[in-house]
């Protein structure tokens, strides 16, 4: 039974970021939020074709992030130390930059996006251009390799539409003693934070350990240990195995943080409905602060093209004139406009920040990052607003 509990309106592909010419014939669907009384699952009510929002046009390289570089470099050299595998692959490799920290001849990469797959095939792994279905796991093993010992996906799982599909695919290609490691944005982080621009085409689901406890278990494999981590504004990595390997006896830590989203009514259809009336009050109160800011000719920018920031502005029904631009140090972003609402991207070199009143938080995942680097704005009498947890305005 899935219920309903959240119209975020009318919304384009979250990361295409276009040029002026491509408005005319921009894509829109609407983005409505269900909860699963079933399985405790969150989804997207109506999920958007994946060729449309995952192609070789696809903009976000991890690797142009530094704090995620680094984020990359200690998990491998943890899953390394702690279970040493000795076959890897990661399914959304992206341009490579957790692949790196492995040796290539035992690693392989599965990237639907063309441009990306292409970059890891060039640093020697091979890459699946593919989507990841069981069909695929046939052909790896087809193609001749064993088991795999460790498969690891960052930031994708959470993009896939079919859990029990993609569960099962990966079942059928996991050694018996492997380990299946994930990380995706936290459901209760995102209640907890009311951070609702998580939600956006590519995120099909925002995961709770609960509701994955349940669609594991019932696709015969166990979730078997989780690390909270402080990335994409509050993620979980999840561990899982056969469910043969383990009795069914839950680690502590598993259950302190099932017991946590007990609390916090996770499973209960009623948290949701208070969640969307705290979103429908950031948006009066981001709403009402922009209109102040320009009646009384104030200038306003924001830090990082960000797909959360395309949720935020077309809910809102921010735009230009009230958001004059955005800066983005992706430079496949720079030159174009953003989703929907269509406001400029330009580089953070070609825009003196000092020539703008207030700077809004579209990375506010980073605010630490960008403060420090920002410190001269700030010294110059520069604010900065974020809505996160709530419509604040910080200096
Ligand atoms: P993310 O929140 O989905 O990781 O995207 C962050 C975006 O923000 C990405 O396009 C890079 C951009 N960004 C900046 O423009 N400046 C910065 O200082 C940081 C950390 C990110």
């Known amino acids: 039974m899935k219920k309903e509990f959240l119209d975020l309106g009318r919304q384009p592909i979250a990361n295409k970021f276009l040029r002026e010419d491509e408005f005319k014939d921009e894509f829109f669907y609407n983005l409505k939020v269900v909860f699963d009384d079933d399985t405790k699952l969150v989804s ?3 999920f958007v ?62 990237e639907p996006c063309g441009n990306f797959a292409k970059v890891t095939e060039d640093m020697g792994y091979q890459t699946y251009a593919e989507f990841w279905t069981t069909e695929l796991s046939e052909k790896i093993k087809n193609d001749g390799h064993v088991d795999f010992d460790l498969i690891y996906a960052a930031n994708c799982i959470c993009h896939i539409q079919d859990l029990d599909e993609c569960f099962s695919a990966i079942k059928n290609i996991l050694s018996k ?27 099909a689901h925002i995961f ?20 909270n981590l402080s990335v994409h504004g509050g993620s979980n990595r999840i561990y899982v195995r056969h469910a043969n390997i383990l009795t069914d006896l839950i680690p502590e830590f598993v259950r302190n943080n099932l017991q946590k989203e007990k609390e916090f009514g996770i499973d209960k259809f009623q948290t949701y409905e208070i969640f969307a009336e705290r979103v429908e009050k950031s948006k009066e109160d981001l709403c009402k ?19 959360k920031s395309t949720t935020v502005f077309n809910y809102c029904g921010i735009d230009e004139s009230l958001i004059e631009c955005i800066t983005d140090t992706t430079p496949d972003k720079q030159g174009m406009y953003s989703p929907g609402s269509h406001i400029p991207v330009v580089d953070r070199e070609s825009v003196n920040l ?13 605010k630490e990052v960008i403060t420090d680097k920002e410190k001269d704005f700030i010294e110059n009498g520069g604010k900065f607003i974020t809505h996160v947890p709530e419509v604040t305005v910080f200096s």
């Not at 959304?92 to 492995?102: A, E, M, R, T």
């Not at 278990?217 to 166990?222: D, F, Q």
């Open 44 to 46: 997207l009510k109506d």
């Open 49 to 110: 074709k994946p060729e449309l929002m995952f192609n070789d046009d696809y903009v976000y390289h991890t690797s142009l992030s530094v704090p995620m570089i680094k984020h990359f470099k200690e998990t491998a050299e943890m899953l390394m130390k702690e279970f040493n595998p000795l076959t890897v692959m990661e399914i959304g490799s992206n341009d490579g930059v957790f692949l790196k920290n492995w040796a290539n001849d035992y690693t392989i990469g599965v």
């Open 177 to 203: 003693k492997g380990i299946f490691v994930f990380e995706d944005p936290s459901l209760l982080r995102m209640l907890e934070r009311g951070s609702y621009d998580q939600i956006y085409d590519e995120h």
């Open 208 to 227: 709770s350990v609960t509701a994955l406890d349940n669609i594991l278990r019932k696709n015969g494999l166990i979730l078997f240990r989780v690390d």
């Open 289 to 307: 602060l922009l209109s102040e800011l320009k009646e009384s000719n104030k200038k306003v920018l924001s830090i990082g093209a960000t797909s």
């Open 354 to 366: 000092n020539d703008y009143d207030y700077v809004f938080l579209g990375a506010w995942n980073f």
